[in-house]
């Protein structure tokens, strides 16, 4: 006999995208399963960078701290050409003033997903482990999945279904939905091994020659590095079990006198471009590596996927509390679905670039490309640019339904960009310039869409606005709406009291919307009465 349970997310997968929304869903609230098919979460290191926006958004979970303390930050990147340092990128001057975090944290996966899932035990949640979707029918309003444990056939029906079940979804193939994109053609090796040589501790340093190319990551521990190099063609499938092997290849191709020894985990293997056509497919949804694969380049992966969950999550929580309309949850997919093409374009172009081994590319990658990297770095604006879209701190979401400025801005910053100040604390913000009239009419009509989710901020025009709302071009009197993930979605020169309830009434549900509705009351503008 099956048993059923009923939620209103069931999220299949505990990596850390899953443990993440799992994270985020305990703290909003929100009933809901994670289940995995695995024994608990992985023991080997796998993903190593966590981002600087990684950071910031983990600081809703007061997991910002304990991960620096865990990691090893790599504070700078090197270039090296044929064993010669070429270039030198300090990213803790390069993003100086940009973040609280102005590195890549060296952060092994195993140790970021214990750390999620402390956290959801904390909460007084966990994972169902031992326990796999095995079918799943939709349907208007809910999702039911057959999940098998220990060969036991339980059901779950759930209002909406997240698939974080990695590159080879089970959800995505049960959907029939086709994962776009293709498989380079060269095979890679990856190993976590003490190390010694001209390596420097707290830099990440990427080699290129004639050979191929070999990365090393610093790691926590004594002398201790991931590498990364290319296999030679006539290599055989079982690379993976000759350390002999890999310790030539990376010296071959690095060009470096290293010793390695102490090899914990040797991996060979291929890599592959992805991505589903779609992000929400009905009431299932698709969040990281089941959405997106993509090339190392750049430690951008599983920071991505943590993204998605940020996104996704405040999301879920306001449509299943009753306080925004289902169409809020289509802005996840026309939100995250650009970030993760362009990551998918970007990390395809320069990792062909650094493995393709051609004559006349060779030539760029090994003589021209340090010469030019040299004379842009010299550029500040090149280099705050480079270490944002490194860091993901770049990411934004201007041209999403979901964001709205109602002037034309002449400020660096617009709607649907990042806010760091304060970070994302699971909350809207509300930062507000006007009369003392419009103040508190700005704030009653936030609460009434919020329900106490909403800090409003009031500003004193002549000491705040220069920090605050100038950056973003007003100069009088104005308002900045930031989400829950700590991007603005509304930003307004003025306090227009009729613009203001018609962006909130597209997605969000006013407290007395029902009551108005059973009345005979009008439905699209409840607050004409501010006009």
């Not at 609230?29 to 950071?55: D, M, P």
């Not at 300090?90 to 590195?103: A, F, R």
Request: charged fraction near 25%.
């Amino acid at each position: 006999m099956t048993h059923q349970t009923d939620v209103d997310v069931l999220i299949v997968g505990a990596g850390p995208t899953g443990l993440t929304l799992a994270c985020l869903l305990a703290q909003y609230g929100v009933s809901f399963k994670v289940i995995e098919k695995n024994r608990g979460i992985t023991e080997r290191s796998k993903a190593l960078g966590v981002q600087a926006r990684t950071l910031e958004l983990f600081e809703q979970l007061g997991l910002a701290q304990k991960a620096v303390d865990l990691g090893h930050p790599a504070k700078g990147l090197d270039l090296m050409v044929n064993g010669k340092r070429k270039v030198n990128i300090d990213l803790q001057i390069y993003g100086k003033g940009m973040t609280e975090y102005p590195y890549i944290l060296i952060l092994e996966q195993s140790k970021t997903e214990s750390l999620l899932l402390e956290k959801l035990q904390s909460l007084g949640r966990d994972v169902d482990w031992q326990t796999e979707l095995v079918d799943l029918q939709q349907h208007a309003s809910f999702v039911t999945a057959s999940v098998s444990h220990y060969e036991k056939i339980d059901t779950i029906k759930a209002r909406y279904l997240i698939a974080a079940d990695g590159a080879r979804s089970t959800i995505r193939t049960l959907l029939r939905l086709p994962f776009e994109g293709g498989t380079y053609e060269n095979r890679f090796l990856l190993a976590d091994v003490a190390l010694e040589g001209p390596i420097h501790r707290e830099h990440i340093t990427v080699c290129s020659s004639r050979e191929g190319f070999a990365g090393f990551f610093p790691m926590v521990g004594e002398g201790r590095f991931r590498v990364i190099g290319m296999l030679p063609d006539h290599v055989s499938e079982k690379a993976d079990q000759d350390f002999e092997l890999m310790k030539s290849e990376i010296r071959a191709q690095s060009k470096l006198n290293v010793q390695i020894s102490d090899p914990r985990w040797i991996s060979a293997y291929k890599i592959h471009h992805r991505n589903v056509v779609s992000f929400r497919e009905q009431r299932c949804f698709f969040a990281g590596d089941a959405a997106h694969v993509h090339s190392p380049a750049g430690a951008q992966g599983m920071n991505t996927g943590i993204q998605d969950a940020f996104n996704l999550a405040w999301k879920l929580w306001f449509v299943t509390s009753g306080w925004a309309h289902d169409k809020l949850l289509d802005t996840y997919h026309e939100e995250r679905f650009p970030v993760a093409r362009a990551l998918i374009r970007t990390t395809d172009r320069v990792f062909g670039f650094v493995t393709n081994r051609g004559g006349f590319v060779s030539w760029l990658r090994l003589k021209m490309m340090p010469l030019v990297l040299r004379l842009l770095l010299k550029n500040e604006d090149f280099r705050k640019n480079a270490f944002a879209k490194i860091s993901q701190i770049a990411i934004r979401y201007r041209k999403s339904s979901l964001t709205e400025q109602n002037f034309l801005s002449e400020g660096m910053l617009r709607a649907g960009d990042r806010f760091c100040h304060p970070s994302p604390d699971g909350f809207f913000h509300a930062f507000v310039v006007g009369c003392p009239e419009a103040q508190e009419s700005v704030a009653a009509l936030l609460e009434r869409y919020f329900r106490g989710q909403v800090h409003v901020h009031t500003l004193n025009k002549r000491l705040d606005t220069s920090t605050i709302l100038q950056s973003f071009g007003i100069f009088k009197d104005g308002l900045i709406l930031v989400r829950p993930d700590g991007y603005v979605g509304y930003c307004a020169e003025g306090l227009d009291m009729s613009a203001l309830p018609r962006y909130l009434d597209r997605y969000f549900i006013p407290e007395d919307y029902r009551a108005q509705k059973e009345q005979g009351g009008k439905e699209a503008f409840p607050f004409e009465s501010f006009i």
